[in-house]
């Protein structure tokens, strides 16, 4: 009876495990290292993810990461394919698209920027995921004139406005 009880509750906890909503990140350095310290719970999807109820979050991201691809490296909007595989493994209902501190830094132009952020929105769509914007952030230091004569902010606006062009 004892072991009935034990594989009973066993099977239960992987249920409620994997009704949980599933999420996925693509990310630059501010959510896939710690930003500004070594301490991993300084680390910024460690902050948020506390407040993700209910959720398990997967990040896929890397520090230097961009929206568009740039010097012979692929950015977020090539990996429509990897979010594909990724969100089939792990039934992912949702993304969260938390990268552009890197365009500007290397000075992506604004309008290849937008281009490739409609790419990477269009693609999740297509998967049929949620979807949710966060504006690229930035140490008070770094909202600075990049090689295009733009700043951060021009980027977050960017990021806004299409955006919203899909809801």
Known sequence: MYKAVVI??????????????????????????TYGG????????????SSIRGAVVDVLGSPGATVSPIGG?????????????????????GA??????NDHGLGV??????????????????LNLGILC?????????NTLNSQGLKLS????AMESVCAEYG
């Not at 070594?38 to 993810?49: E, G, Q």
């Not at 490296?73 to 209902?93: K, L, T």
């Not at 969260?96 to 501190?101: A, E």
């Open 38 to 49: 070594v301490r991993s719970d300084k680390l910024a999807f460690t902050i948020v993810n």
């Open 96 to 101: 969260y698209i938390q990268v552009g501190t």
């Open 8 to 33: 009973l509750l066993a099977l239960l906890t992987c249920t409620v495990a994997s009704a949980a909503n599933r999420y996925i990140v693509l990310s630059d350095s501010i959510f896939t290292q």
């Open 73 to 93: 490296y692929s950015g977020a909007a090539d990996m429509v394919d990897a979010v594909r595989f990724w969100s089939g493994r792990f039934g992912a209902q």
């Open 109 to 126: 132009p604004l309008e290849s920027y937008k281009s490739s952020l409609r790419t990477l929105l269009s693609g999740l769509q297509d």
């Open 154 to 157: 021009h980027y977050q606006a």
């Open 134 to 142: 966060i504006k690229p952030f930035w140490r008070a230091s770094q």
